[in-house]
């Protein structure tokens, strides 16, 4: 069921009012000319992934290697997934003017550099230009990206420290490295960050800073209500709606709290999560850190409430695993209503823009409008929630005093920027940097 036959069975409307469908905005990625530059260390391997992932993401890939990089990966493996030829050479003779370095800097949106060895750092920060990925650095108009990759005493040795330094202040943008194991087998930071990560850092790279100094505190996921040690009541959200929300919010700049029930899902980069189990924990955790936010006087811009959070738990949680008897006799649990976190939120002395989610199963403007009214809240999103939960796509109405704007099936994470850039133009007034335009009808 779409959600125009949802819509349609709500009560009788004039086309006036019937909602406005939406076109979603591209994602972040889409478009962009990368240049992928590749050095000589072992996570060379992984930069073969990162070349088809970031393709996915929407993005041109041209790759450039070192000629140390091709001891590790071969150039036909890059030229295959990219379908772009690779050039690990100055006087490449496929460039028709010899300039091998001006003409891929000039076509590029953005020069990443991964794995970025401690010599190519190195050599970046000293402006040394003697092969054609350190001449391309050098020769650009566009940012600069890199994703450090070594072994950890090589990280942590003065010098590289220093080089890093220099590169931040030269505006190079470092991301990573993560720690943990090492080819080398020891333990520690200088491991590349997985493309999985490069990724979203490129696609936050490529997003309008749209809540550049807002707070965003979000709830995710289910909750989870014991009946003993052992046995409890919780629903079928995965968290994914919520927290694609969390990492658009962090694309967009915003500062984010996620207070999220169990879930399997990680944590977005950027995102400081709050991982809690039931209903109860999840409405104190959110008044902590809205309380938090307020006494340092940095109050919290918005709250977005996507958890389904479980409407009653049981009045007394049983402290040992409650038995089977022998005959066919069953137990009898009471239960109590849950506290309402976005109603109460809503009520705050300084309460932040509020947005809630509706979970429905039928009309859903109807349901939606009546439960915009009794929470109090200006804005509210509507969808139906056998059709959404667990899965990685969705389809939502967002309703606000006066109108609803229907946005069409698609990813989450679609959804999600083009919810972000709805709510980030509706937050009220604050050095908003980037005015962003309205949803296009
Ligand atoms: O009343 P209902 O559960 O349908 O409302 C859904 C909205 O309210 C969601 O935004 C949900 O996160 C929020 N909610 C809440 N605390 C509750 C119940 C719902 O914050 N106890």
Same mark, same amino acid.
């Given at each position: ?21 939406? /076109? ?31 393709? @996915?993401?929407? &993005? ?50 953005? #020069? ?40 950890? =005493? ?29 080819? /080398? ?69 915003? &500062? ?10 990680? /944590? ?32 919290? +811009? ?31 649990? =009471? ?22 989610? %509706? %979970? ?11 439960? #915009? ?19 990685? +796509? ?31 133009? @509706? #937050? ?14």
């Amino acid at each position: 069921m779409n959600i125009q036959s949802q819509i349609s069975g709500d009560a009788e409307r004039s086309s006036a009012d019937a909602p406005q469908n939406v /076109c979603l905005p591209a994602a972040p990625a889409t478009g962009q000319r990368i240049v992928l530059g590749v050095s000589g260390g072992v996570a060379a391997y992984k930069a073969a992934e990162l070349a088809r992932s970031l393709q @996915r993401a929407g &993005a041109t890939v041209r790759v450039v290697m070192t000629e140390a990089a091709t001891h590790f990966v071969g150039t036909a493996s890059f030229q295959a997934l990219t379908g772009e030829p690779v050039i690990t050479d100055q006087w490449d003779q496929r460039i028709a003017n010899g300039m091998a370095h001006i003409e891929l800097s000039r076509a590029a949106d953005l #020069l990443l550099i991964a794995p970025a060895t401690a010599d190519l750092m190195a050599k970046l920060a000293h402006g040394l230009a003697d092969d054609l990925l350190t001449t391309l650095c050098l020769a650009r108009d566009c940012p600069l990206m890199i994703a450090p990759a070594m072994n950890r =005493q090589m990280w942590e040795h003065p010098a590289t420290r220093r080089n890093a330094r220099q590169l931040r202040d030269d505006g190079v943008e470092l991301i990573g490295p993560d720690s943990g194991d090492q080819a /080398c087998g020891e333990t520690g930071p200088g491991r590349m960050l997985e493309p999985e990560a490069i990724v979203e850092a490129v696609c936050a790279f490529f997003t309008p800073k749209r809540l550049a100094g807002r707070r965003v505190v979000i709830t995710a996921g289910p909750t989870y209500e014991a009946i003993d040690p052992v046995r409890g009541i919780t629903n079928r959200s995965s968290g994914k709606m919520g927290y694609a929300i969390a990492r658009a919010c962090a694309r967009a700049g915003a &500062a984010v709290s996620l207070i999220s029930g169990p879930v399997s899902l990680p /944590c977005p980069p950027g995102v400081q999560r709050t991982s809690v189990i039931s209903a109860l924990e999840m409405h104190d955790t959110v008044h902590r850190h809205l309380d938090a936010l307020d006494s340092v006087g940095t109050p919290s +811009d918005c709250f977005i409430a996507v958890a389904a959070v479980a409407d009653w738990r049981v009045s007394s949680v049983s402290e040992q695993k409650i038995k089977k008897t022998d005959d066919t006799s069953v137990p009898t649990l =009471q239960f109590i209503q849950n506290p309402d976190i976005l109603a109460s939120v809503a009520r705050r002395p300084k309460a932040p823009y509020c947005v809630g989610f %509706a %979970a429905e199963s039928e009309a859903l403007e109807h349901n939606g409008r009546e439960k #915009l009214a009794r929470k109090g809240i200006p804005l509210l999103i509507a969808n139906i929630g056998h059709e959404t939960f667990g899965r990685d +796509d969705n389809q939502i109405l967002i309703l606000d005093g006066e109108r609803s704007i229907a946005l069409p099936r698609a990813s989450k994470d679609a959804l999600a920027q083009a919810l972000v850039e709805d709510i980030a133009r @509706r #937050l009220p007034a604050h050095a908003i940097p980037t005015p962003s335009p309205r949803l296009q009808a």
